[in-house]
Each structure stands twice: as C-alpha cells, then as structure tokens.
T-cell receptor
Framework: SQQGEEDPQALSIQEGENATMNCSYKTSINNLQWYRQNSGRGLVHLIL?????REKHSGRLRVTLDTSKKSSSLLITASRAADTASYFCATDVRGAQKLVFGQGTRLTINP | DAGVIQSPRHEVTEMGQEVTLRCKPI?????LFWYRQTMMRGLELLIY????????DSGMPEDRFSAKMPNASFSTLKIQPSEPRDSAVYFC???????????FGSGTRLTVV
C-alpha cells in the first residue's frame, strides 16, 4: 500500500518559475525523503528531513514538514529545463527500516 | 565508488523462462533493497536485506520470486517461471539505513513476452 501521496500528479511551468510539490502520508515517521527520477534512470536522493525538523534547504530546494498534518512540500526555486523529472517523496515508517514511496509528481519545465 | 551496479540493463525473455537480475551495492552499505516500478503500481518494495540477511520479504508477489544475498557485495533477484505481468523496471538500492538516503542503481527493464 502507498504511504505517501504526491500532489499534483503532473506540473508544467515556465523556466525560471518556482515549482511546489506536496506529499501527504498516513503513519508516524522517523524522516521523510525526496527523490528525483529522470526518464529511464534510477532515483536520486535529494534531501532528507527528520521528524523533529520543520524546514530544510539545499541549494535551490526547500523542504518543509508538518507532522501534525502529516504533510511535506518540496519547493524548487528558479526552475531550469534540467529540473524536468519525476519527484517522489518517501517515508521511513516508524518501526520498520524501509522507505515507502509515493506515486510521484511529473514536473515539466518549459524553456 | 561506481555506485550501485545492476545487470543486465535490459532483459527480454519468453514467458516461462527463468530470469536472474543482479546487483552490486555500494561497498560499506549494510542495507540492500529490491524495488519494482510499474506505471500502475508505482514503486513497490519487494524485499530488503540487512548485513546479507533477508529482513522483510512481504512485498515479494509470489513464490515465483526469490532473492539472495550470498555476500556483502552481491545480490540476485530470480523469477521462475516468468510471466508477462512481471514486466517492469526492477531497481536495487543500498544504504546505511533509513536515517540516510538510498543510492539506487540504474535499474533492469524486464519484458516478458
């Protein structure tokens, strides 16, 4: 069963704009992670936010976590064509040493 | 490090044949995961190992699937006999555990005809 659900399923924006993707999950977590997958490739780890953190930055990425709402968001600022990919959130279900992935958001950056 | 290495990259086989997928994790990582990705079901965790020991195989779809990790640097996922519904991309990933990010391989695209 899917633990996380991303929203929207697909997002298309112009280069230079900001992109925001959301993730909701169901059970208590230790941490939440975001991954990127380019077409035909494996997933690449972007950022990890622990359950006691509320916000984290990495370059043009900003992740927030609201454990009371069981939700997270990923913001990509000043988007580039190379950011075109699918983005997945993954939750580390408390008590189990495994990540469960959502269905992903397909992001398209138009030049 | 060359990352997580999977082979083959593509596999086309006939229904009923045995298929073996291979994975070499990153040296030092003590967790290894096998995932399957399809359009319909997304990324599904099939099985994971810790220090070469299978910990959770609840995601293995049925007895036709089996996985082994004979040592810290090698794992296999075997499907026998294969069926068309097994067609998917199979990923191997390794890590130091879920407190850290996973490193994924490039995947094996399996097509069963």
């Amino acid at each position: 069963s899917q633990q996380g659900e991303e929203d929207p399923q697909a997002l298309s924006i112009q280069e230079g704009e900001n992109a925001t993707m959301n993730c909701s999950y169901k059970t208590s977590i230790n941490n939440l992670q975001w991954y990127r997958q380019n077409s035909g490739r494996g997933l690449v780890h972007l950022i990890l936010i622990r359950s006691n953190e509320r916000e984290k930055h990495s370059g043009r990425l900003r992740v927030t976590l609201d454990t009371s709402k069981k939700s997270s968001s990923l913001l990509i600022t000043a988007s580039r064509a190379a950011d075109t990919a699918s983005y997945f959130c993954a939750t580390d279900v408390r008590g189990a040493q495994k990540l469960v992935f959502g269905q992903g958001t397909r992001l398209t950056i138009n030049p | 490090d060359a990352g997580v290495i999977q082979s083959p990259r593509h596999e086309v086989t006939e229904m009923g044949q045995e298929v073996t997928l291979r994975c070499k994790p990153i040296s030092g990582h003590d967790y290894l995961f096998w995932y399957r990705q399809t359009m319909m079901r997304g990324l599904e965790l099939l099985i994971y190992f810790n220090n070469n020991v299978p910990i959770d195989d609840s995601g293995m779809p049925e007895d036709r699937f089996s996985a082994k990790m004979p040592n810290a640097s090698f794992s296999t996922l075997k499907i026998q006999p294969s069926e068309p519904r097994d067609s998917a991309v199979y990923f191997c990933a390794s890590s130091f555990g879920t407190l850290y990010g996973y490193t994924f391989g490039s995947g094996t695209r399996l097509t069963v005809v």
